[in-house]
């Protein structure tokens, strides 16, 4: 299976903050990669998918990008809705592997 | 408007078999355009992939579940269904329902998550 590492594990940011997330694939992965948001309670939701495309209905403030091993999810000014944890996931090869999330906290 | 949900007991007593369904509205499960996936999570834990089934009904299961899982397809009630034996405390997660893009390849509808606990 494809291993995915998302760094950090947490992280505390105050709203208009700029935050990155990073996700490593222990293997190439072309651009199959896909960011989802989670909130507690409920069910993830998709945020990009091929590692840069975004979801219909995402806000802009939204953005992915990244090729290979090396992925990053970009938030460009966090709003009090954002604060969750987000997930990575390979789609390059079964099974869809996922990272083990950032949790982005309010500061 | 597409909508996942999920059916089936909330509690299952060590090594019985955990089953459970999701009936899909608002679009045919029939289509060639996509698959059909079981997802758990622990509570407090990741994301866990356990399973894909396709119309046709082919299968891929994650090889750490594998001997234990089997995910079956009734296009008749628009409905696809998880079965998981032989179950330990392990297993006790939120089992979701999505489907899965069979080009594009993200889960993009999601039902809404049932918890399963394993205990006697």
């Known amino acids: 299976d494809i291993q995915m590492t998302q760094s950090p594990s947490s992280v505390s940011a105050s709203v208009g903050d700029r935050v990155t997330i990073t996700c490593r694939a222990s293997q190439g992965i072309s651009s199959w990669l896909v960011w989802y948001q989670q909130k507690p309670g409920k069910a993830p939701k998709l945020l990009i998918y091929a590692a840069s495309n975004l979801q219909s209905g995402v806000p802009s403030r939204f953005s992915g990008s990244g090729s290979g091993t090396d992925f990053t999810l970009t938030i460009s000014s966090l709003q009090p809705e954002d604060f969750a944890t987000y997930y990575c996931?390979?789609?390059?090869?079964?099974?869809?592997?996922f990272g083990q999330g950032t949790k982005l906290e309010i500061k | 408007h597409l909508q996942l949900q999920e059916s089936g007991p909330g509690l299952v007593k060590p090594s019985e078999t955990l089953s459970l369904t999701c009936t899909v509205s608002g679009d045919s499960i029939s289509s060639s355009s996509y698959y059909w996936g079981w997802i758990r999570q622990p509570p407090g834990k990741e994301l866990e992939w356990i399973g894909i089934i396709y119309y046709s009904g082919g299968t891929y299961y994650s090889p750490s579940l594998k001997s234990r899982v089997t995910i079956s397809i009734d296009t008749s009630k628009n409905q696809f269904s998880l079965r998981l034996s032989s179950v330990t405390a392990a297993d006790t997660a939120v089992y979701y329902c999505?489907?899965?893009?069979?080009?594009?390849?993200?889960?993009?509808?999601w039902g809404q998550g049932t918890l399963v606990t394993v205990s006697s």
């Open positions: 999505a489907r899965l893009g069979y080009n594009s390849r993200e889960f993009d509808y």
């Open positions: 996931q390979q789609a390059n090869s079964f099974p869809y592997t």
